[in-house]
């Protein structure tokens, strides 16, 4: 799914990983990359690392489009992206944001 118009919604309606990225050449390789683990109901329990997308899709003609890539088909090794940055926090800030907004 691409989307064209900043910011971007995405309403979360279902369990499972949900990975984000800015669709602005080079981003990806700046860490600029989201991934979401939308928790069921039912769930009980600490949280674990959210692993790192394998394809990179082709960039935006525009960049500023935002692309949902498909979960990896390997499970994450337990000390996957321990560490994560400033860049990233705030970007999970806003999709939480406009999840509470939609």
């Known amino acids: 799914m ?4 900043s910011p971007a919604k995405f309403k979360l309606v279902e369990s499972g990983a949900f990975y984000f990225i800015n669709g602005a050449e080079g981003s990806c390789d700046k ?21 790192t997308p394998s ?7 525009n960049g500023s489009s935002s692309n949902i890539v498909p979960p990896p088909a390997k499970a994450p090794k ?25």
């Open 78 to 102: 337990p000390n996957a992206a321990r560490s994560i940055n400033v860049g990233v926090s705030s970007m999970v800030m806003i999709a939480l944001v406009a999840v509470a907004m939609a």
């Open 2 to 5: 691409k989307y064209k118009d």
């Open 55 to 61: 394809a990179t899709p082709s960039s935006s003609p």
């Open 31 to 51: 860490g600029q990359r989201l991934a979401v683990k939308v928790l069921s109901h039912k769930h009980a329990g600490g949280s674990c690392a959210a692993p």
